[in-house]
Nanobody, 115 residues
Framework: QVQFVESGGGLVQPGGSLRLSCAASGSIFKLVTMGWYRQAPGKQRELVATIHSSSSATNYAESVKGRFTISRDNAKNTVYLQMNSLTPEDTAVYYC????????WGQGTLVTVSS
């Protein structure tokens, strides 16, 4: 089973930016669609963005469209999430996984947007 390690979170002011990274283990990373998820306290985990393994086609939740960009580097087994124009509603723990064949969830990385 593929494992994931998220990093790059932190405290940022509204309107600021962060780039999250997700390092995946195993040799099949390049073959699977990847996604970023987030979960705020007391709320359900939600899908934020996905990126296809080969075509690089992307999909975004309406709440982040135009502000977040998902990308991947298959040679490095890494997926990224560039987050711009952050708002307090973006505050959550962010996770990555493979939505078509879920592996073990990592610890996530906490993003806090506060004025």
């Amino acid at each position: 089973q593929v494992q994931f390690v998220e990093s790059g979170g932190g405290l940022v002011q509204p309107g600021g930016s962060l780039r999250l990274s997700c390092a995946a283990s195993g040799s099949i990373f390049k073959l699977v669609t990847m996604g970023w998820y987030r979960q705020a306290p007391g709320k359900q985990r939600e899908l934020v963005a996905t990126i296809h393994s080969s075509s690089s086609a992307t999909n975004y939740a309406e709440s982040v469209k135009g502000r977040f960009t998902i990308s991947r580097d298959n040679a490095k087994n890494t997926v990224y999430l560039q987050m711009n124009s952050l708002t307090p509603e973006d505050t959550a723990v962010y996770y990555c996984n493979a939505p078509n064949s879920f592996g073990a969830w990592g610890q996530g990385t906490l993003v806090t947007v506060s004025s």
